[in-house]
């Protein structure tokens, strides 16, 4: 897809693109700016705050994008005053202007357990072409991280409003999971948690749910029922789902795939703090997982330039390139989080890079200066 109008860098003529670039950087944020009209950047900026066509600050963390039918629908945590506890939906065309199309999982919709609250974290949406349903996976959970639950939910539109369907541990009770509880039915309990997560599907139109499981010691995948509203049943480990990564302690997982080849990007478990990412490969999608290493560069690439992956999006127009997700957490001041996206290319050697950009548009060539 072509980028939209003018405003998109990757269009300019040099000078003025140059021009352009002097501006951006002085003004860290176009429309953010004191003096600048309140409007969507013309350029991708990586940690800056980013406005949707109303003017007001994307709120959509943790999140991820479905495209369908033309359209990229970006759903996430809403974390700010407008829709608290929700999750958000915003449309694109072009993926750098967003409009905002509000809460499409109220609060209000989540289930009370033992008379506490739920909350979402990590929503992802999925379209099953079989049902013309849009499947909304999210990691429910309670205050303490405790509850650990997948929640899932439906809707006919992509926009909402989504219906929750129910609360649950796709694997259940693993066996021979240990953890720090003395008492073994609450090893078991805690083996079947399900944390940060993300959905994939596959060529073959197959859908998966990877996530945190084992207290986040190991990563599950786990193929879905037709209609995405559950594990394959029966469960078979090793044929419908797999222990992957395991006792790694990875989370915010960000699978693509790309030659045949599946591509996990992954964090460590430091809460909202910053660590080093991880990209792990394989020739299945259950594994096993071979870890590459970390495939930032650049300053910062250490700490994952300061964020958290939470999604990898084929590049439009950009053939073999994606674009890597991630949100910089302010644990103080949630809703203040800031999304970086960058590129996410293949060096000679065919392993996945994520260089730095202070500024970057569409379309990818894949020629990026690895910055080592
Ligand atoms: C890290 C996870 O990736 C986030 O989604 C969130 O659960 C925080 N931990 C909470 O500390």
Partial sequence: MMPRNHRTLGLCPPGRCRLLFAVLLAGGSLGGGAAGAAAPPAAFMPGQVWLDTEGNPIDAHGGGVLQHRGVYYWYGEARGQLSRGAVACYS???LLDWKREGAVLPPSSLPRV???RTFVERPKVIFNPSTKKFVMWMHLEQGGYRFSRAGIA???????TFTFLEALRPIANTNDFASLASDPARQKEFGATFRDMNLFVDEDGRAYVFYSAEDNWTMYVVRLNAAFTGPELPAVENKTWAKILVRRM??????FKHRGNYFLVTSACTGWTPNQADCAVADNILGPYRSLGNPCRGPDSDRTFGAQSTFVLPAPGSPGCFIFMADRWVSFNLSDSRYVWLPLE?????????????????PLTGKSDPGK
């Fill in 154 to 160: 439906l809707s006919d539109t992509p926009v909402g």
């Fill in 92 to 94: 694109s065309t072009n």
């Fill in 114 to 116: 033992n008379d506490r």
């Fill in 250 to 255: 990875r989370e915010g997982v960000a699978p």
């Fill in 346 to 362: 293949f060096d000679a050697e065919g392993t996945p890079i994520v260089p730095w950009r202070e500024h970057w548009s569409l």
